[in-house]
């Protein structure tokens, strides 16, 4: 299986600063990477889809970028909406995986 | 309105079985790839299965294989899980979730499962 390491698993940020989560996947997955946001109680919300397209409706203060296995979510300015845990997943080869989650906290 | 809609969580002893159902609407059931998503209390998300649009193909985490099932009818827009020998880890809320290339664009507001005796 592939495994997916996201870090860090907490984040202090403060309203407007530029937020970075990393996420590394055992092997190669291509492009084959997406991201969820996670609100308290409700169902994940796909935010960006295959590395780096922002899914429809999506702020374009979120970004994605990949450099080889090592994959990152970008939050160019944070929104007090943004505050939530956000997980990767990878769909390049079942069983798919996700990483363990980044809770973003208000500093 | 575009909608997952999932059913029949509750409680059931260990070694129980259960079935959900997540009832789809909106779009066009028969050409999406669909899957189960599970969390745990606290925990992060862990996909578990997914099914093919035609149903011909089927995948699963180690972590079910052998104990649960996934199934789909296509008549009825409806996704199944069937769930055997169930146990304590796998008290999770499950989530439906449509598949457009691998990437879940679409989810159930999820239905709790609680393992315990």
């Known amino acids: 299986d592939i495994q997916m390491t996201q870090s860090p698993s907490t984040l202090s940020a403060s309203v407007g600063d530029r937020v970075t989560i990393t996420c590394r996947a055992s092997?190669?997955?291509?492009?084959?990477l997406a991201w969820y946001q996670q609100k308290p109680g409700v169902a994940p919300n796909l935010l960006i889809y295959?590395?780096?397209n922002l899914e429809s409706g999506v702020p374009s203060r979120f970004s994605g970028s990949a450099s080889g296995t090592e994959f990152t979510l970008t939050i160019s300015s944070l929104q007090p909406d943004d505050f939530a845990t956000y997980y990767c997943?990878?769909?390049?080869?079942?069983?798919?995986?996700f990483g363990q989650g980044t809770k973003l906290e208000i500093k | 309105e575009v909608l997952l809609l999932e059913s029949g969580g509750g409680l059931v002893q260990p070694g129980g079985s259960l079935k959900l159902s997540c009832a789809a609407s909106g779009f066009t059931f028969t050409n999406s790839a669909m899957n189960w998503v599970r969390q745990a209390p606290g925990k992060g998300l862990e996909w578990v299965l997914g099914i093919s649009a035609s149903g011909a193909a089927t995948h699963y985490a180690g972590s079910v294989k052998g104990r649960f099932t996934i199934s789909r009818d296509n008549s009825k827009n409806i996704l199944y899980l069937q769930m055997d020998n169930l146990r304590a880890d796998d008290t999770a809320v499950y989530f439906c979730?449509?598949?457009?290339?691998?990437?879940?664009?679409?989810w159930g507001q999820g239905t709790l499962v609680t393992v315990s005796s």
């Open positions: 997943q990878q769909y390049s080869s079942f069983p798919y995986t």
């Open positions: 092997q190669s997955i291509t492009s084959w």
């Open positions: 979730a449509k598949a457009r290339s691998g990437d879940l664009n679409l």
């Open positions: 295959r590395t780096s």
